[in-house]
């Protein structure tokens, strides 16, 4: 895959993850980019792509009603705006071949107003496949 096709695909992949959760459709993410496998223990589950998926749609959930009712107003994640992106354009398949991991980071957004976390995105190989997954840095 030629660089700037990979450059595609990765955004391609993230705009469809940021979308989902804009949607609050956190147990389709397994088949975009899923959260690491830790967030299932955020539900106390057994740790599986689709327990990961719903944990952290119920830590999203609980966490934006904590700043709804600490901040009187409104709290939502946007969906996918590309400069919220960070770190796209020195992703690099060159280092994906050769560390078998690359990232970028994803500041998402409420009402066009940065919110107080930000996704990161890991990509690697798998069986020859280009595969992510996401977590949380507050």
């Keep these: 895959m030629i660089e700037s096709g990979f450059k595609t695909k990765a955004q391609e992949l993230i705009k469809l993850m940021v979308d989902t959760i804009a949607d609050e459709e956190y147990a389709k993410l397994v088949s975009s980019i899923p ?3 830790s967030w299932a223990s955020y539900s106390n589950a057994e740790l599986t792509s689709e327990n990961a998926c719903l944990g952290f749609g119920k830590w999203l959930v609980e966490q934006l009603a904590m700043w709804e009712e600490y901040e009187d107003k409104k709290f939502i994640v946007d969906h ?3 400069s919220c ?3 796209i ?3 690099d398949e060159s280092r994906l071949e050769t560390d078998n991991r690359d990232r970028v980071c994803y500041n998402p957004t409420s009402f066009g107003e940065q ?3 930000w996704f990161e995105i890991e990509f690697f190989i798998e069986n020859g496949q280009i595969k992510a997954v996401f977590d949380v840095n507050i």
């Design 115 to 117: 919110l107080d976390f």
């Design 80 to 82: 996918f705006q590309k």
């Design 89 to 91: 354009d020195d992703i």
């Design 35 to 37: 959260p690491k496998l």
């Design 85 to 87: 992106m960070e770190d």
